[in-house]
């Protein structure tokens, strides 16, 4: 249900990156992922800046993303 929506956000120049849990132990562990699916927002240093567990619409996901680019 989320890959289609990441599709459409990767479409307004939104860089996204797939994680599996199943086969990246050590990313899992780096950000604490407890729930699938989490969308984790992160800078170009991979610090945290905004998590979002479940899934959302697309504008919600281009507001925020919009919203940490300024």
């Known amino acids: 249900m989320l890959a289609p929506k ?3 956000v990767a479409e ?3 860089t996204v990156e797939k994680i599996l ?3 990246n132990a050590e ?3 780096k950000f ?3 729930n699938i699916p989490t969308v984790i927002l992160i800078d170009e240093n991979e ?4 998590r979002f567990v479940g899934v ?3 504008g919600f996901y281009l507001e925020k993303f ?3 680019a300024n």
């Open 66 to 68: 919009e919203n940490h």
């Open 12 to 14: 307004a120049d939104i």
């Open 27 to 29: 990313m899992t562990q």
């Open 32 to 34: 604490g992922i407890r």
């Open 6 to 8: 990441m599709e459409l």
């Open 21 to 23: 849990v199943d086969d």
């Open 56 to 58: 959302h619409d697309v």
């Open 47 to 50: 610090n945290e800046i905004e």
